[in-house]
Each structure stands twice: as C-alpha cells, then as structure tokens.
C-alpha cells in the first residue's frame, strides 16, 4: 500500500471501538514487540500522527514505566477520547496478545527442550532484531527537523550504544546521562530560535 504524502491532513480515531479494534489488530501483528508494524500502521496506514510526532511521542514511551508501545497506547488513546479512549487503548493493546500468549505457553510447555524449538526461538530472535533495526533507520529521516539537529542526535544515539551494548553500563544511567545532554541542548536550541523569531519579529 502507499502511503499517503506527509503534507496531506491527518485523520483521528473515529470512536473507542475504533481505537480498541485498531490497537487490536496492531498488537496482533506484533512480532518480538510490535515496533516494526506500529509506525507503518499509525503514521502510513491510518495516519494518525505525523513521522516526527510518532518519533516523538515513541521517545516519550520509552521513558515511561512500563512496555513503550503500552505507554503510546495509553497517549493516543487519551489525546483523542480522555480516559476511557486511553483504557480503550489499553484493552485493545493487552486483551486479544494476552490470550494468545497464554494458549502458546500451553502448547510450548510440552516441547520446549527440543532442539527444533530451541533453534526457531534463536532464529524469530534474529528476526525481531533485524525489523527492529529496519524500523530504526526508516524514523532517521525525521530527525532532519529535530531541534538539535541530526549530527547531535545521531551523536546522542551513538553515545547510547556504546555504553549500553559496549559498556554494558546500566540502561537507566545511560539514559541519565545521554537525556540531560539531550534536554539541556535542545532547550538551548529552541531558545535561540525563539529569540532570533523575537528578533526579526521586532525588526522595522
């Protein structure tokens, strides 16, 4: 499917049922997380958000307590419909995986030292890795109009990798550090933007 151009306006959930079946379905399609399906389902499919708002809101997630893609469930859910389109949100994000992970812990439980299981866990792990990455690379591109700029950010994500996958440094420190660099520039770069935006505003 195409995907629609990024200037075109973006759609909103038409109900709670709307959002539960939406997140239903998302969730369904997730494989070893459902990072790699959301982005193309919210920003390309549905358009709900924008690439740089999904960006965004997923950085946000990602600093809350609890599963990221739980957390972007519980926002969009909220932004539309208030508290009941984030429970909405919620249950269609955890009702129908919740399910399905049970009725497989059943059904693996008898087979699970088998070398053939062993080797397709390996092998859907290497997958999950791989459309991880692919979604991570495909979200560059919105960087270009981040308020610090690509060469801090990507500065800023290389900083991360090596102290957590390198250094095995751990994650909540890295993201201490690296995140007060990240907030502190970017509440530096929007300043001077909105005082170059006061200035030329002032000019005769």
Known sequence: MLSMPESSPLNHPRSKTDLFISFTLLALQGFGGVLAVVQRVLVEEKRWMTKEQFVEDWAVAQIMPGPNVVNLSLMIGGRYFGLPGALAGLAGMLTAPLIVALLLAMAFGGVS?????????????????????????????????????????????????????????????????????ACGWAYWQLAQQAAQTSTSGDAP
Do not use: E, H
């Open 113 to 181: 030292d088998a070398a053939w299981a062993q080797g397709a866990l390996r092998g859907m792990g290497a997958v999950s890795a791989g459309l991880i990455a692919a979604v991570g690379l495909k979200l560059i591109s919105a960087l270009r109009s981040n308020p610090m700029g690509m060469p801090v950010c990507v500065a800023l994500a290389f900083a991360s990798f090596i102290g957590v996958g390198v250094m095995r440094w751990p994650l909540a420190y890295v993201l201490l550090g690296t995140g007060t660099l």
